[in-house]
Protein backbone atom coordinates (compact mmCIF):
# COMPACT_ATOMS: atom_id res chain seq x y z
CA UNK A 1 0.00 0.00 0.00
CA UNK A 2 0.92 3.33 -0.86
CA UNK A 3 0.42 5.71 1.60
CA UNK A 4 0.38 8.99 -0.40
CA UNK A 5 -2.00 7.45 -3.24
CA UNK A 6 -4.30 6.80 -0.46
CA UNK A 7 -4.11 10.07 1.09
CA UNK A 8 -4.52 12.04 -2.77
CA UNK A 9 -7.90 9.66 -3.53
CA UNK A 10 -9.46 10.77 0.29
CA UNK A 11 -8.47 14.69 -1.43
CA UNK A 12 -10.09 14.28 -4.56
CA UNK A 13 -13.37 12.48 -2.82
CA UNK A 14 -12.87 15.50 -0.33
CA UNK A 15 -13.13 18.25 -2.61
CA UNK A 16 -14.80 16.73 -5.77
CA UNK A 17 -17.99 15.58 -3.84
CA UNK A 18 -19.35 19.25 -3.36
CA UNK A 19 -18.34 20.36 -6.74
CA UNK A 20 -20.35 19.65 -9.68
CA UNK A 21 -17.69 17.20 -11.34
CA UNK A 22 -18.99 13.94 -9.91
CA UNK A 23 -16.83 12.57 -7.17
CA UNK A 24 -17.61 9.13 -8.14
CA UNK A 25 -15.75 9.94 -11.03
CA UNK A 26 -12.71 11.40 -9.70
CA UNK A 27 -12.10 9.22 -7.48
CA UNK A 28 -12.81 6.36 -10.13
CA UNK A 29 -9.91 7.82 -12.16
CA UNK A 30 -7.86 8.38 -9.55
CA UNK A 31 -8.15 5.09 -7.98
CA UNK A 32 -7.89 3.26 -11.89
CA UNK A 33 -4.62 5.21 -11.96
CA UNK A 34 -3.57 5.23 -8.60
CA UNK A 35 -3.65 1.57 -7.32
CA UNK A 36 -4.36 0.06 -10.82
CA UNK A 37 -7.96 -0.95 -10.00
CA UNK A 38 -10.32 -2.59 -13.07
CA UNK A 39 -13.20 0.46 -14.14
CA UNK A 40 -16.16 -0.92 -12.43
CA UNK A 41 -14.41 -1.75 -9.18
CA UNK A 42 -13.04 1.67 -9.33
CA UNK A 43 -16.79 2.85 -9.77
CA UNK A 44 -18.09 1.09 -6.45
CA UNK A 45 -15.14 1.96 -4.55
CA UNK A 46 -15.82 6.03 -5.86
CA UNK A 47 -19.42 5.43 -4.07
CA UNK A 48 -18.09 3.58 -1.19
CA UNK A 49 -15.44 6.36 -0.52
CA UNK A 50 -18.66 8.89 0.65
CA UNK A 51 -18.35 7.23 4.24
CA UNK A 52 -15.75 9.95 4.71
CA UNK A 53 -18.17 12.95 2.66
CA UNK A 54 -20.92 11.51 5.14
CA UNK A 55 -19.46 12.37 7.81
CA UNK A 56 -18.12 15.84 7.42
CA UNK A 57 -21.87 16.62 6.21
CA UNK A 58 -23.16 15.52 9.49
CA UNK A 59 -20.80 17.04 11.74
CA UNK A 60 -20.86 20.26 9.65
CA UNK A 61 -24.64 20.71 10.01
CA UNK A 62 -25.21 19.49 13.00
CA UNK A 63 -27.53 22.25 14.17
CA UNK A 64 -29.39 21.93 11.35
CA UNK A 65 -29.98 18.39 10.83
CA UNK A 66 -31.32 18.98 14.83
CA UNK A 67 -33.32 21.58 13.45
CA UNK A 68 -34.84 19.38 10.82
CA UNK A 69 -36.67 16.72 13.08
CA UNK A 70 -38.48 19.76 15.02
CA UNK A 71 -40.28 21.27 11.54
CA UNK A 72 -42.06 18.69 9.81
CA UNK A 73 -42.58 20.36 6.51
CA UNK A 74 -38.65 20.26 6.24
CA UNK A 75 -38.28 16.89 7.18
CA UNK A 76 -41.27 15.40 4.83
CA UNK A 77 -39.68 17.81 2.02
CA UNK A 78 -36.06 15.67 2.92
CA UNK A 79 -37.86 12.63 3.32
CA UNK A 80 -39.61 13.00 -0.13
CA UNK A 81 -36.48 13.45 -1.73
CA UNK A 82 -34.60 10.31 -0.32
CA UNK A 83 -37.07 8.43 -1.34
CA UNK A 84 -37.38 9.81 -4.91
CA UNK A 85 -33.94 9.59 -5.08
CA UNK A 86 -33.83 5.59 -4.16
CA UNK A 87 -36.21 4.93 -6.72
CA UNK A 88 -34.20 6.62 -9.58
CA UNK A 89 -31.23 5.96 -8.01
CA UNK A 90 -30.85 2.36 -7.15
CA UNK A 91 -31.83 1.18 -10.48
CA UNK A 92 -29.11 3.35 -12.54
CA UNK A 93 -26.44 2.05 -10.21
CA UNK A 94 -27.30 -1.60 -10.86
CA UNK A 95 -27.01 -0.61 -14.66
CA UNK A 96 -23.74 1.31 -14.25
CA UNK A 97 -21.84 -1.20 -14.21
CA UNK A 98 -22.69 -2.99 -17.77
CA UNK A 99 -22.58 0.56 -19.08
CA UNK A 100 -18.58 1.15 -17.95
CA UNK A 101 -17.66 -2.41 -18.92
CA UNK A 102 -19.08 -1.27 -22.70
CA UNK A 103 -17.04 2.11 -23.10
CA UNK A 104 -19.39 4.52 -21.29
CA UNK A 105 -17.28 6.95 -20.71
CA UNK A 106 -18.27 9.40 -17.83
CA UNK A 107 -16.85 12.62 -19.01
CA UNK A 108 -19.60 13.52 -21.77
CA UNK A 109 -22.02 13.50 -18.67
CA UNK A 110 -20.23 16.17 -16.74
CA UNK A 111 -19.29 18.48 -19.82
CA UNK A 112 -23.50 17.56 -20.42
CA UNK A 113 -23.93 19.23 -16.63
CA UNK A 114 -21.38 21.73 -17.37
CA UNK A 115 -23.32 23.05 -20.09
CA UNK A 116 -26.53 23.01 -18.40
CA UNK A 117 -25.36 24.98 -15.18
CA UNK A 118 -23.93 27.72 -17.74
CA UNK A 119 -27.31 27.63 -19.59
CA UNK A 120 -28.99 28.29 -16.28
CA UNK A 121 -26.65 31.19 -15.05
CA UNK A 122 -27.65 32.82 -18.51
CA UNK A 123 -31.33 32.19 -17.49
CA UNK A 124 -30.82 33.19 -13.94
CA UNK A 125 -29.13 36.40 -15.12
CA UNK A 126 -31.79 37.32 -18.22
CA UNK A 127 -34.73 36.77 -16.59
CA UNK A 128 -36.70 37.57 -13.14
CA UNK A 129 -36.63 34.89 -11.24
CA UNK A 130 -38.61 35.54 -7.88
CA UNK A 131 -36.37 34.17 -5.28
CA UNK A 132 -37.99 32.14 -2.27
CA UNK A 133 -37.19 29.64 0.51
CA UNK A 134 -36.55 25.70 0.22
CA UNK A 135 -40.01 25.70 2.37
CA UNK A 136 -42.01 27.10 0.42
CA UNK A 137 -41.41 24.62 -2.72
CA UNK A 138 -44.09 22.39 -4.38
CA UNK A 139 -44.12 18.82 -4.02
CA UNK A 140 -43.91 18.51 -7.51
CA UNK A 141 -40.78 20.94 -7.25
CA UNK A 142 -39.67 18.44 -4.44
CA UNK A 143 -39.91 15.78 -6.92
CA UNK A 144 -37.84 17.34 -9.64
CA UNK A 145 -35.39 17.26 -7.27
CA UNK A 146 -35.66 14.11 -5.67
CA UNK A 147 -35.24 13.14 -9.62
CA UNK A 148 -32.36 15.32 -10.42
CA UNK A 149 -30.45 13.31 -6.85
CA UNK A 150 -31.35 10.24 -8.45
CA UNK A 151 -29.86 10.84 -11.40
CA UNK A 152 -26.23 10.96 -10.30
CA UNK A 153 -26.45 7.70 -9.43
CA UNK A 154 -24.92 7.68 -13.44
CA UNK A 155 -20.71 7.70 -13.55
CA UNK A 156 -19.87 11.14 -14.34
CA UNK A 157 -23.43 12.82 -13.32
CA UNK A 158 -22.60 14.89 -10.45
CA UNK A 159 -25.40 15.07 -7.15
CA UNK A 160 -24.27 18.46 -6.19
CA UNK A 161 -24.20 20.03 -9.36
CA UNK A 162 -27.60 18.38 -10.51
CA UNK A 163 -29.25 18.91 -6.98
CA UNK A 164 -28.00 22.44 -6.71
CA UNK A 165 -28.55 23.85 -10.20
CA UNK A 166 -31.69 22.10 -10.24
CA UNK A 167 -32.54 24.55 -6.49
CA UNK A 168 -31.24 27.97 -8.53
CA UNK A 169 -33.38 27.16 -11.54
CA UNK A 170 -36.45 27.10 -8.50
CA UNK A 171 -35.57 30.15 -7.24
CA UNK A 172 -33.95 28.94 -3.92
CA UNK A 173 -30.87 31.61 -2.87
CA UNK A 174 -27.72 30.18 -3.89
CA UNK A 175 -26.40 29.85 0.43
CA UNK A 176 -29.56 27.65 0.99
CA UNK A 177 -29.26 25.69 -2.35
CA UNK A 178 -25.95 24.56 -1.24
CA UNK A 179 -27.35 24.49 1.98
CA UNK A 180 -29.84 21.92 1.25
CA UNK A 181 -28.42 19.78 -1.36
CA UNK A 182 -25.34 18.67 1.43
CA UNK A 183 -28.32 18.13 3.85
CA UNK A 184 -30.29 15.95 1.36
CA UNK A 185 -27.36 14.00 0.85
CA UNK A 186 -26.12 12.73 3.96
CA UNK A 187 -29.45 10.05 3.76
CA UNK A 188 -28.79 10.08 -0.34
CA UNK A 189 -25.32 9.13 0.48
CA UNK A 190 -26.02 6.35 3.05
CA UNK A 191 -27.95 4.57 0.68
CA UNK A 192 -25.74 4.22 -1.61
CA UNK A 193 -23.02 3.02 0.53
CA UNK A 194 -25.34 0.30 1.43
CA UNK A 195 -26.73 -0.35 -2.13
CA UNK A 196 -22.40 -0.71 -3.00
CA UNK A 197 -21.61 -2.82 -0.02
CA UNK A 198 -25.39 -5.13 -0.78
CA UNK A 199 -24.67 -5.21 -4.75
CA UNK A 200 -20.78 -5.03 -4.80
CA UNK A 201 -18.87 -6.95 -1.93
CA UNK A 202 -16.86 -8.45 -3.95
CA UNK A 203 -15.41 -5.20 -5.55
CA UNK A 204 -15.20 -3.56 -2.01
CA UNK A 205 -13.39 -6.77 -0.58
CA UNK A 206 -11.10 -6.63 -3.76
CA UNK A 207 -10.27 -3.07 -2.73
CA UNK A 208 -9.49 -4.22 1.00
CA UNK A 209 -7.45 -7.03 -0.14
CA UNK A 210 -5.62 -4.69 -1.95
CA UNK A 211 -5.07 -1.42 0.41
CA UNK A 212 -6.06 -2.70 3.15
CA UNK A 213 -8.46 -1.93 5.86
CA UNK A 214 -5.82 0.97 6.56
CA UNK A 215 -5.88 1.90 3.66
CA UNK A 216 -9.38 2.72 3.38
CA UNK A 217 -9.53 4.09 6.31
CA UNK A 218 -6.95 6.70 5.65
CA UNK A 219 -8.97 7.91 2.47
CA UNK A 220 -12.13 8.07 4.57
CA UNK A 221 -10.20 10.21 7.19
CA UNK A 222 -8.57 12.57 4.49
CA UNK A 223 -11.98 12.93 2.67
CA UNK A 224 -13.53 13.80 5.85
CA UNK A 225 -11.08 16.57 6.93
CA UNK A 226 -11.07 18.01 3.16
CA UNK A 227 -14.81 17.68 2.81
CA UNK A 228 -15.33 19.74 6.06
CA UNK A 229 -13.24 22.51 4.49
CA UNK A 230 -14.70 22.47 1.16
CA UNK A 231 -18.39 23.00 2.61
CA UNK A 232 -17.26 25.83 4.51
CA UNK A 233 -15.43 27.36 1.21
CA UNK A 234 -18.54 27.10 -0.79
CA UNK A 235 -21.24 27.99 1.71
CA UNK A 236 -18.96 30.94 2.14
CA UNK A 237 -18.64 31.93 -1.86
CA UNK A 238 -22.15 31.41 -1.90
CA UNK A 239 -22.76 33.91 0.48
CA UNK A 240 -20.98 36.42 -1.28
CA UNK A 241 -21.90 35.76 -5.16
CA UNK A 242 -24.40 36.52 -7.46
CA UNK A 243 -26.06 33.59 -8.17
CA UNK A 244 -25.16 33.35 -11.94
CA UNK A 245 -21.53 33.59 -11.02
CA UNK A 246 -21.74 30.52 -9.25
CA UNK A 247 -23.41 28.79 -12.10
CA UNK A 248 -20.87 29.82 -14.43
CA UNK A 249 -17.98 28.88 -12.07
CA UNK A 250 -19.20 25.35 -11.63
CA UNK A 251 -20.10 25.15 -15.20
CA UNK A 252 -16.26 25.94 -16.06
CA UNK A 253 -15.43 23.86 -13.52
CA UNK A 254 -17.47 20.68 -14.31
CA UNK A 255 -16.36 21.11 -18.52
CA UNK A 256 -12.73 21.58 -17.69
CA UNK A 257 -12.55 18.68 -15.67
CA UNK A 258 -14.45 17.09 -18.52
CA UNK A 259 -12.01 17.95 -21.10
CA UNK A 260 -9.00 16.64 -19.27
CA UNK A 261 -10.19 13.61 -18.22
CA UNK A 262 -11.38 13.01 -21.82
CA UNK A 263 -7.08 13.85 -22.77
CA UNK A 264 -5.94 11.37 -20.10
Not at 159 to 182: E, H, Q
Request: proline fraction near 3%; aromatic fraction near 10%.
Amino acid sequence: MNLLDTIIIGIVQGISEWLPISSKTQVLISSHYLLNLPIAIAYSFGLFMEMGSIGSATIYFRKDIMSIFRDRKLLLYLAIITIITGLVGVPLYIISDKLLKNAYDPSIPMIILGIALIVDGLYIRYSRIKIRNFKDLSLKNIILIGIAQGLAALPGVSRSGMTVSTMLFLGIKPDDAFRYSYLAYIPAAVGAVGTTILFSKTNISYVISLIGIGGVLISVISAFIIGMLTIDLLLRFAKRRNVYIIDFTLGGIAIAVSVLTLLL
